[in-house]
């Protein structure tokens, strides 16, 4: 899909902190001259969002996150950003990090020929040794069930018996 190499960062294990994974991958990122550098919004494992923002203050980059649309044009860019109920356009120099939503781009499938192409490009596996973790994550477990609930009865009839029990079960009124 238009690389050129791969780098591979390897490491033994890969810890809950996005602040270890950050500076194993600004460390890599420094020596190289870009100018647009791509997060994800998330990863799946954490959920966090925090790397993108993270390693590009560690590069001293501006960083723009969640971006659905993307113009460059004389060493700007300008993103588009969806908030709930509203667009929000930003403006940032060159070289930036971005974090990227759904919606940027549209996955093309690659050819027979890219695909064969592809697999003649080196892909560099690099050992990283992660800095010391600051967050650990003791503990990961599904939420406990909850009791079924009820029907208590039908229509405008119901409601003084529903009231009655949210006031003495549930005592939320």
């Not at 590009?56 to 004389?74: H, Q, R, Y």
């Not at 892909?123 to 010391?132: A, F, G, I, N, S």
């Not at 079924?148 to 005592?171: C, F, N």
């Amino acid at each position: 899909m238009g690389v050129d190499r791969g780098i591979q960062l390897k490491a033994d294990k890969v810890p809950f902190d996005g602040l270890a994974i950050a500076k194993a991958l600004a460390e890599e990122l420094k020596a190289g001259s870009y100018d647009l550098i791509f997060f994800g919004k998330m990863s799946p494992d954490s959920s966090s969002g925090v790397v993108g923002p993270m390693v590009s203050e560690l590069l001293g980059m501006p960083c723009v996150t969640a971006i659905s649309s993307l113009e460059i044009a004389d060493g700007k860019g300008k993103a588009k950003r969806e908030l709930e109920g509203a667009q929000e356009i930003v403006e940032f120099p060159l070289p930036a990090v971005l974090t990227v939503d759904e919606g940027l781009n549209t996955a093309r499938l690659p050819s027979l020929k890219g695909i064969m192409a592809a697999k003649k490009k080196p892909l560099e596996v690099k050992p990283v040794q992660l800095p010391q973790p600051q967050i650990t994550l003791r503990k990961l477990e599904l939420p406990a069930e909850r009791k079924a609930g009820r029907v208590v009865g039908e229509g405008a009839s119901a409601v003084p018996e529903l009231v009655k029990l949210l006031q003495t079960e549930a005592k939320v009124l």
